[in-house]
Protein backbone atom coordinates (compact mmCIF):
# COMPACT_ATOMS: atom_id res chain seq x y z
CA UNK A 1 0.00 0.00 0.00
CA UNK A 2 1.65 3.40 -0.85
CA UNK A 3 1.43 6.16 2.15
CA UNK A 4 3.09 9.28 1.59
CA UNK A 5 3.03 11.02 5.27
CA UNK A 6 3.91 14.47 5.86
CA UNK A 7 4.48 16.02 9.03
CA UNK A 8 6.63 19.43 10.23
CA UNK A 9 3.67 22.00 9.87
CA UNK A 10 2.60 24.43 12.35
CA UNK A 11 2.35 28.29 13.18
CA UNK A 12 4.95 30.38 12.94
CA UNK A 13 5.60 33.97 12.80
CA UNK A 14 6.62 35.87 9.73
CA UNK A 15 10.86 35.40 9.51
CA UNK A 16 10.39 32.50 11.46
CA UNK A 17 11.47 28.25 9.84
CA UNK A 18 9.72 25.01 9.91
CA UNK A 19 11.25 21.72 8.02
CA UNK A 20 8.37 19.44 6.64
CA UNK A 21 9.10 15.81 6.20
CA UNK A 22 7.28 13.45 3.88
CA UNK A 23 8.18 9.74 4.61
CA UNK A 24 7.09 6.82 1.78
CA UNK A 25 6.46 3.65 2.01
CA UNK A 26 4.72 1.11 -0.77
CA UNK A 27 6.80 1.88 -3.86
CA UNK A 28 10.55 1.69 -4.54
CA UNK A 29 11.05 5.60 -3.36
CA UNK A 30 14.78 5.68 -5.11
CA UNK A 31 13.36 5.98 -9.01
CA UNK A 32 10.55 8.43 -8.08
CA UNK A 33 10.50 11.98 -8.26
CA UNK A 34 9.28 13.99 -5.35
CA UNK A 35 7.96 17.22 -5.46
CA UNK A 36 5.71 19.69 -2.96
CA UNK A 37 2.68 21.76 -3.46
CA UNK A 38 0.76 24.10 -1.55
CA UNK A 39 -2.61 25.21 -1.91
CA UNK A 40 -4.09 28.40 -0.45
CA UNK A 41 -7.76 29.01 0.27
CA UNK A 42 -9.04 30.01 -2.90
CA UNK A 43 -5.94 29.36 -4.64
CA UNK A 44 -5.31 26.43 -7.12
CA UNK A 45 -2.71 24.26 -6.19
CA UNK A 46 0.87 25.07 -6.87
CA UNK A 47 4.45 23.93 -6.94
CA UNK A 48 6.87 24.78 -4.40
CA UNK A 49 9.60 22.61 -5.16
CA UNK A 50 10.95 19.52 -6.66
CA UNK A 51 13.89 17.00 -6.76
CA UNK A 52 14.42 14.75 -9.23
CA UNK A 53 16.17 10.82 -8.28
CA UNK A 54 18.97 12.78 -8.36
CA UNK A 55 19.25 14.97 -5.38
CA UNK A 56 21.13 17.27 -7.79
CA UNK A 57 18.33 18.26 -10.26
CA UNK A 58 16.00 20.59 -8.26
CA UNK A 59 13.75 23.49 -9.42
CA UNK A 60 11.91 25.99 -7.34
CA UNK A 61 8.70 28.18 -7.44
CA UNK A 62 10.31 32.40 -8.46
CA UNK A 63 8.47 32.92 -4.76
CA UNK A 64 10.66 30.37 -2.78
CA UNK A 65 13.75 30.83 -4.32
CA UNK A 66 16.50 31.38 -1.50
CA UNK A 67 14.45 30.74 1.06
CA UNK A 68 13.24 27.13 0.73
CA UNK A 69 15.55 23.93 0.04
CA UNK A 70 14.36 20.76 -1.04
CA UNK A 71 15.97 17.31 -0.11
CA UNK A 72 15.74 13.81 -0.63
CA UNK A 73 16.70 10.85 1.80
CA UNK A 74 16.83 7.73 -0.32
CA UNK A 75 17.71 5.20 2.55
CA UNK A 76 15.26 6.72 4.60
CA UNK A 77 12.67 7.37 1.99
CA UNK A 78 12.00 10.74 3.13
CA UNK A 79 11.86 14.23 0.78
CA UNK A 80 12.58 17.32 3.21
CA UNK A 81 11.81 21.02 2.69
CA UNK A 82 13.48 23.53 4.80
CA UNK A 83 11.46 26.86 4.51
CA UNK A 84 13.62 29.90 6.08
CA UNK A 85 12.16 33.27 6.38
CA UNK A 86 8.83 32.32 6.29
CA UNK A 87 6.03 34.99 4.46
CA UNK A 88 2.33 35.38 5.47
CA UNK A 89 2.23 34.29 1.60
CA UNK A 90 3.48 31.01 2.43
CA UNK A 91 0.40 30.16 4.34
CA UNK A 92 -1.10 27.19 2.36
CA UNK A 93 -1.71 23.10 2.96
CA UNK A 94 1.78 21.67 1.85
CA UNK A 95 1.09 18.07 0.00
CA UNK A 96 4.21 16.14 -1.12
CA UNK A 97 4.17 14.56 -4.29
CA UNK A 98 5.44 11.24 -6.00
CA UNK A 99 5.62 10.51 -9.78
CA UNK A 100 6.94 7.74 -11.75
CA UNK A 101 6.13 8.08 -15.71
CA UNK A 102 2.58 8.72 -15.58
CA UNK A 103 1.73 7.70 -12.22
CA UNK A 104 1.39 10.23 -9.40
CA UNK A 105 0.60 9.58 -5.50
CA UNK A 106 -0.42 12.55 -3.12
CA UNK A 107 0.33 12.58 1.04
CA UNK A 108 -2.55 13.95 2.60
CA UNK A 109 -1.36 17.70 2.99
CA UNK A 110 0.27 19.37 6.28
CA UNK A 111 -1.04 23.00 6.74
CA UNK A 112 1.68 25.85 7.25
CA UNK A 113 0.13 29.10 8.59
CA UNK A 114 2.54 31.90 8.92
CA UNK A 115 1.20 35.08 10.99
CA UNK A 116 1.72 37.13 14.32
Known amino acids: QVQLVESGGGLVQPGGSLRLSCVAS????????MSWYRQAPGKERELVAAIGIASSSTNYADSVKGRFTISRDNAKQTVNLQMNNLKPDDTAVYYC?????????WGQGTQVTVSS
Open 26 to 33: GFTFNIWA
Open 97 to 105: RAQFLRTTY
